[in-house]
C-alpha cells in the first residue's frame, strides 16, 4: 500500500506562484511514474504533469506548459509542482497520482493506482 500527502496549496493572485509537494509513504517511490491532476469545480479530473521514474522526462498538459515545472526527489520520496505566472483558471483541487508502469506519457486517470487527498489552489484576479 501507498499514501500520497499534498501540501502547498493556498490563495494567490493572478501571476503570482505557489509550490506543491506531496510525500509518498510506503512504497518504493523511486519505481513509479508520477503525476499530478487537478479538478476544479463541476469539472472532470484533468491531466496537469507527469514525471518519468527517475526525473528526467516529463509531460505536461497544454494549458500549463511554460508555467508549470514538475520534479522529484526520489531520496526524500516527494514530488513537487513548482506553478508561476498562475491565472484564475487554474484554481481547483490539486492531486497526486502514482502508477507503476514505466511510461509518464500515460495521463488517464483510471491508470493511476494511488492518489493523494488533494490540495486546493486558489487564484484570485
Known amino acids: 500500500q501507498v499514501q500520497l500527502v499534498e501540501s502547498g496549496g493556498g490563495l494567490a493572485q493572478a501571476g503570482g506562484s505557489l509550490r506543491l509537494s506531496c510525500v509518498a509513504l510506503g512504497r518504493t517511490f523511486s519505481r513509479s511514474v508520477m503525476g499530478w491532476f487537478r479538478q476544479a469545480p463541476g469539472k472532470e479530473r484533468e491531466f496537469v504533469a507527469t514525471i518519468s521514474w527517475g526525473g528526467d522526462m516529463t509531460y505536461y498538459a497544454d494549458s500549463v506548459k511554460g508555467r508549470f515545472t514538475i520534479s522529484r526527489d526520489n531520496a526524500k520520496n516527494t514530488l513537487y509542482l513548482q506553478m508561476d505566472s498562475l491565472k484564475p483558471e487554474d484554481t481547483a483541487v490539486y492531486f497526486c497520482?502514482?502508477?507503476?508502469?514505466?511510461?509518464?506519457?500515460?495521463?488517464?486517470?483510471?491508470?493511476?493506482?494511488?492518489w493523494g487527498r488533494g490540495t486546493q489552489v486558489t487564484v484570485s484576479s
Open positions: 497520482a502514482a502508477n507503476s508502469l514505466r511510461d509518464h506519457t500515460i495521463v488517464a486517470t483510471f491508470r493511476y493506482d494511488y
